[in-house]
């Protein structure tokens, strides 16, 4: 079915652009016509995946150019925007975490702190809290990577006498979920996020902080966390032989392993006693962290101090860029020697190139179709559509307008290609509504990492679901209570604090 889909969308894309081009809507401009006809090519492409996400965004960005929709240098341009360079510099902070097995300290500390066995349901709670964590300062994939091989090498090392074991679906699908709930919580914790932020600057001139967010995407990921376990510790209640039975207690009492594999069945104490003290690539890593979030933090927290018209506000808001800042220390990872006198930094080149650029291409070419869409007026132009047909004209109606549209578009397409598809939208239409389009495009935004119906929706989806020990029946109906869940945080969130932070 999938690759029947695929085939379609490759058909279809462009079919439906050619007929977009032969017979233009009424009310475009000759660009505004060209370009829906590259937009719809690129939409059926993104909802398909007849090709490669980052590649459509490529050939939306060449399409334009080619047809006349605006020069190359302005379409291009968005590939080099200072947001580009965010994503650049965290994504090489969070490689360094995984080359030196940070990441995989800090999951095995959490899951081993002694609250985890004081319940039948410790072990789910901690499992989400862990991929939460993860996922705020990595992306949702590579913390449910890191996660569910540790549960299910744990897993493994559970049995009764009579050889009965529960399945592991709760505790899978709370890390899936749980780490795509977590991204929420800073900005670069998912690619919406930057998405969201990035547009708001660029079509609204609006600037979101990094504290503003966290104001936030904190509180909306500790809440949906919270909702998460108590709705998968009712729906996946852990059940062994009939007896509740706290999951690393059990391998406490019967195995105490060695580190020989990630999936290596053990207690979380023994693989972190095995990792042994702080390495020094661990410390570089942490080091440059610890440098990157308080620079990012420092203009928010000079405005605290002495307010938004203070010369140090100005100084630290013009000079701390947040793209400059996660460059800068990203940097720090080739400086700091990994050992004296050896000549090679925390992180090599080598290691640094193998970070995700297709999503920086994505998110840049999704940039590129955004900024055209408001320089032709085809913007205005779906706005007005949208208006007329949906009836919304408040802030709080195009708002949920734009989550609503998220949630469903993430369940069939990549939460990044939703929000560079909904968060243009949600700006178009507050500007027609004559309303701040602040609320409307972080719900769109925040609304794109709620998809949890379908393995498809997201990466931790589809990685817990190919483990083979989640039924999509399981899946699709926790899925369908998170999405309304997410609709009504995203939206009662929005409401209380946008007025507090200024953005209404």
């Not at 979101?208 to 709705?231: D, K, N, Y």
């Not at 027609?432 to 925040?446: E, H």
């Not at 949890?452 to 899925?479: C, E, W």
Request: contains cysteine; aromatic residues 6%.
């Amino acid at each position: 079915m999938e690759r029947k889909i695929q085939q379609a969308g490759l058909v279809g894309g462009p079919a439906l652009a050619l007929a977009l081009l032969a017979f233009p809507p009424e009310g475009l401009s000759v660009q505004a016509g060209r370009l829906a006809a590259v937009l719809s090519w690129c939409v059926v492409y993104w909802v398909t995946e007849a090709i490669p996400l980052p590649a459509t965004a490529l050939l939306g960005a060449a399409l334009n150019v080619l047809l006349g929709v605006g020069p190359a240098k302005e379409v291009l341009a968005p590939f080099s925007d200072p947001i580009i360079f965010l994503f650049v510099g965290s994504f090489i902070l969070a490689k360094a975490l995984t080359v030196h097995g940070l990441d995989r300290r800090l999951a095995l500390g959490l899951l081993a702190l002694p609250g985890v066995r004081s319940r039948p349901s410790g072990p789910l709670w901690a499992c989400g809290v862990t991929a939460a964590f993860l996922s705020m300062w990595m992306s949702n994939t590579a913390a449910t990577a890191i996660m569910v091989p540790i549960v299910l090498g744990v897993w493994e090392s559970l049995s009764d006498a009579d050889g009965e074991r529960s399945g592991p679906a709760g505790i899978l699908l709370m890390i899936a979920y749980a780490a795509s709930a977590g991204g929420l919580a800073t900005p670069i914790g998912t690619p919406p996020n930057l998405i969201g932020i990035g547009f708001l600057e660029t079509l609204a001139g609006a600037k979101v902080t990094f504290l503003e967010w966290m104001t936030l995407g904190l509180p909306l990921a500790a809440l949906s966390v919270g909702f998460l376990g108590l709705v998968l510790d009712r729906m996946h209640p852990f059940r062994s032989g009939g007896r509740d039975r706290t999951l690393f207690d059990k391998i406490l009492q019967e195995r105490r392993r060695p580190l020989a594999e990630l999936a290596a069945p053990g207690a979380p104490e023994a693989l972190l006693r095995a990792l042994g003290p702080l390495g020094r690539g661990e410390r570089n890593t942490l080091a440059a962290f610890v440098v990157a979030v308080a620079l990012w933090l420092a203009p928010s927290a000079a405005a605290l101090a002495w307010g938004k018209d203070s010369e140090v506000f100005r100084l630290l808001e013009n000079r701390l860029n947040e793209g400059t800042v996660a460059v800068a220390a990203a940097s720090l990872l080739f400086v700091l020697p990994l050992r004296r006198g050896e000549g090679r930094g925390t992180l090599s080149w080598k290691e640094a190139a193998e970070i995700d650029w297709g999503t920086i291409l994505l998110f840049g070419g999704g940039m590129s179709l955004g900024k055209q869409m408001f320089s032709t007026g085809l913007a205005a132009v779906i706005g007005d559509g949208a208006i007329r047909v949906t009836g919304a004209s408040g802030p709080w109606e195009i708002t949920a307008l734009a989550i609503g549209l998220s949630i469903v578009l993430s369940e069939a397409t990549s939460n990044t290609a939703s929000a560079n598809m909904t968060v243009p939208i949600a700006i178009a239409l507050s500007q027609q509504a004559g309303v701040s389009p602040v609320a409307p495009a972080l719900g769109a935004c925040l609304g794109s990492s709620f998809g949890f119906m379908l393995p498809v929706s997201t990466a931790p989806n589809a990685l817990v679901f190919g483990t083979g020990k989640v039924p999509l029946r399981a899946m699709i109906a926790a899925g369908v209570l998170f999405d309304l869940a997410g609709f009504a945080l995203i939206l009662s969130l929005l409401r209380l604090l946008c007025p507090l932070l200024g953005w209404i």
